[in-house]
């Protein structure tokens, strides 16, 4: 079992700064590959960032290539989103997900075994 919480959301203008931290709990976070989701209001979870265990790459959508970086800290249980020149486009609720690790399909929601509270960031124009 892991618990996942979330924090770091907020509300920032456009082209600043925030960064997302995920908490998890539990003795078995190696075992687990992560990723970013956000929602918004009427829209499926979407697919933000993610850690492939396999290759050792992370990937992203398209939209926040260059601009948001995720990374891990396994000594602490965290994963960070560090998101940067953010656009208002960018708001909405931010979830971190695990996954087994062997499960490569880090884009996919039905992938993830476990999932946090969510964290609300709104991007101001």
């Known amino acids: 079992q892991v618990q996942l919480v979330e924090s770091g959301g907020g509300l920032v203008q456009a082209g600043g700064s925030l960064r997302l931290s995920c908490a998890a709990s539990?003795?078995?976070?190696?075992?687990?590959?992560m990723g970013w989701f956000r929602q918004t209001p009427g829209k499926e979870r979407e697919f933000v960032a993610g850690?492939?265990?396999?290759?050792?790459?992370?990937y992203y959508t398209d939209s926040v290539k260059g601009r948001f970086t995720i990374s891990r800290d396994n000594a602490n249980n965290t994963v960070y989103l560090q998101m940067n020149r953010l656009k208002p486009e960018d708001t909405a609720v931010y979830y971190c997900?695990?996954?087994?690790?062997?499960?490569?399909?880090?884009?996919?929601?039905?992938?993830?075994?476990?999932w946090g509270q969510g964290t609300q960031v709104t991007v101001s124009s």
């Open positions: 997900g695990a996954r087994w690790k062997w499960n490569g399909n880090y884009a996919a929601t039905y992938a993830y075994n476990y």
């Open positions: 539990g003795r078995t976070f190696s075992m687990y590959a």
């Open positions: 850690n492939n265990w396999s290759d050792g790459r992370a």
